[in-house]
């Protein structure tokens, strides 16, 4: 069983800079899909960004795009999420997610998450 641990998260300014990290255990997550999911007060779950194929494509959500970069190391079996120009709408909890089979911006296409991390994108 994938165990999924976040951490990074905190409270920052508009314009700052956070690196999300997504620890794995129990398993390994070498060759599958790794997400970035978050979710607002209120909110659905929306997705954030995804690593496929053990890292060889990336996507990501067009808000997220040229500030947000996912990254991994497979050999520490760890999943970076690095934000960078965070803005007030970047605030929310932010989940890893692991699939075993083919995922990208379904969250239910997931098999494993992590227990979120919050992140405060103040004014």
């Known amino acids: 069983q994938v165990q999924l641990m976040e951490s990074g998260g905190g409270l920052v300014q508009a314009g700052d800079s956070l690196r999300l990290s997504c620890a794995a255990s129990?398993?390994?997550?070498?060759?599958?899909?790794v997400g970035w999911f978050r979710q607002a007060p209120g909110k659905k779950r929306d997705f954030v960004a995804a690593?496929?194929?053990?890292?060889?494509?990336?996507y990501y959500t067009d808000s997220v795009k040229g500030r947000f970069t996912i990254s991994r190391d497979n050999a520490k079996n760890t999943v970076y999420l690095q934000m960078n120009s965070l803005i007030p709408e970047d605030t929310a909890v932010y989940y890893c997610a692991a699939a075993t089979g083919w995922a990208l911006k379904d969250p239910r296409d997931y098999d494993y998450w992590g227990q979120g991390t919050q992140v405060t994108v103040s004014s």
């Open positions: 690593s496929t194929w053990g890292g060889a494509s990336t």
């Open positions: 129990g398993g390994t997550f070498s060759s599958d899909t």
